[in-house]
């Protein structure tokens, strides 16, 4: 069942209701089936929503766009908001509460030079990022249903328009509190705080204390971000406005996912200071939360934030190492084992190794209890591997299953979606859909993870994105 949005409560200091701007002769190309009952939509539901979106019928629906501001590249930008997109309504599947958000639905009050809409190259990277992220295990939100248009809109070229709906636990950004922060509008700045504490079932345990709350998502954040150390991914705009209070990865522009290993790769060309490199990620997670900590100065005091920050480090140092333990098969961490991960790290860079296919690579190792590569640096990082795997008083299959589990066959590339791209173009979405079954479980072999692990041409490799892309 959809419910008319409770933050539309909070009044128009918050919100601006909106009649959306369809783009021309939506159809519905995919639906996520699985999603929508996790949810807890209904087919009714479904049909009312592609009712609204195609025929624009259903009138109980009351999109909004909400206001907020962030930190961009670094920059305070005062006003943002949802430029292109709308909330229509949440869902309820037992005690959780689901957003529902059209992106690429026309202009709004925060639009400001932008025409609303957005490109079928975009909402399909979305769509596919999402979930890919999702079958990754990685907290993410989620696509429910992608939509083509005939509708033409002017970029650097034209491009083809097309519309999204995307699920998350919320759309409160770390940008939403920055926003009435810096108007020095305490009152409704501590209105969107208890709003937190009152709609979301995840911070019941927080017995309203703002410190909690603070806390709950620096640790969300710091476990997200080792996830995506972890699995190589590049988010490429990390802005404080694309971040939300539950660690979920939000905003998909032109991320990328880690090929030839290089930990400095910048996946966004509109970053020329390389702000966002895979590198920088931690720094930066911890920049923006350092953001939301000052949105909350007026609550808490400077040491219960620098306290929390602090938390931060060790959150993140902990996860990270946990998860690439789980990637070398360990079950138990020694003195030693950072140096055993960054050295195969630095291997990997050193002689231009594929990041994905190189940790999943250890399973042969593993399962031969032998080095396996011809190249004598690596072999002699194997037999290191190998050694101290003896230390750990397991069975091989446990080993074998905790490598497998731990690092996936397949990461969507941008060649990859490139291809889906452009057939898209042609009115063709089966490869997006063959690619979308792919990452339904990406950590298994068959037929379809090995089609999407085959490597791309040297013309093709380590492509990266800017903002407009």
Not at 107 to 134: C, V
Not at 170 to 176: A, D, L, P, T
Request: glycine content about 6%.
């Amino acid at each position: 069942m959809i419910s008319t949005h409770k933050y539309l409560n909070l009044g128009d200091k918050f919100t601006s209701l909106v009649n959306p701007n369809f783009p021309e002769n939506l159809t519905l190309e995919l639906i996520n089936t699985d999603l929508a009952s996790q949810i807890g939509l209904n087919n009714d539901d479904l049909k009312n929503i592609q009712d609204f979106c195609c025929k624009e019928k259903n009138k109980d629906l009351k999109p909004f766009a909400s206001a907020y501001a962030g930190h961009q590249f670094g920059q305070y930008v005062n006003q943002l908001g949802d430029g292109r997109g709308l909330l229509i309504g949440q869902s309820f599947a037992k005690d959780k509460v689901f957003d529902l958000f059209l992106k690429g639905s026309g202009i709004t009050p925060f639009s400001r030079f932008g025409d609303g809409r957005a490109i079928l190259k975009s909402s399909i990277r979305e769509y596919i990022g999402a979930e890919a992220m999702h079958g990754l295990r990685i907290p993410t939100s989620r696509s429910l249903m992608f939509f083509s248009s005939s509708e033409k809109v002017q970029r650097d070229q034209f491009e083809t328009a097309a519309m999204i709906i995307r699920t998350s636990k919320s759309h409160i950004r770390f940008g939403n509190f920055e926003y009435f922060y810096y108007k020095n509008d305490s009152e409704n700045l501590k209105k969107l705080i208890d709003y937190c504490f009152d709609t979301y079932s995840e911070f019941t345990e927080c017995d309203g204390s703002i410190k909690k709350l603070f806390s709950k998502i620096v640790d969300s954040t710091a476990s997200m971000i080792a996830s995506w150390q972890a699995l190589g991914f590049c988010h490429g705009v990390m802005n404080t406005d694309n971040f939300n209070i539950f660690g979920e990865t939000f905003d998909y522009g032109p991320f990328a996912f880690l090929e030839d290993y290089n930990p400095n790769f910048i996946c966004n060309l509109s970053d020329t200071s390389g702000r966002y490199s895979y590198a920088n990620q931690p720094y930066i997670g911890l920049w923006n939360c350092s953001a939301l900590g000052q949105a909350f100065s007026n609550f808490l005091s400077q040491s219960e934030i620098e306290n929390t920050l602090k938390y931060y480090e060790k959150i993140f140092s902990k996860k990270l190492l946990i998860n690439f333990k789980n990637k070398l098969g360990l079950t138990s961490l020694e003195e030693g084992d950072p140096n055993l991960i960054q050295a195969f790290l630095d291997i990997l860079h050193k002689k231009n190794l594929d990041f994905t296919k190189s940790f999943r690579d250890l399973e042969n190792v593993i399962k031969k209890e032998s080095p396996t590569s011809k190249d004598e640096e690596l072999r002699q990082w194997q037999i290191s591997f190998l050694k101290r795997h003896d230390k750990d008083s397991i069975s091989l299959n446990k080993k074998i299953r905790i490598i497998s589990s731990s690092n996936p066959i397949i990461t969507p590339k941008n060649f990859q979606i490139d291809k889906v791209n452009m057939q898209a173009e042609e009115g063709d979405f089966s490869t997006m859909e063959k690619m979308l079954d792919a990452y339904k479980d990406p950590f298994i072999k068959n037929d379809l993870t090995s089609e999407f692990s085959l490597p791309p041409k040297n013309d093709e490799k380590n492509k990266r994105l800017s903002c407009a892309s």
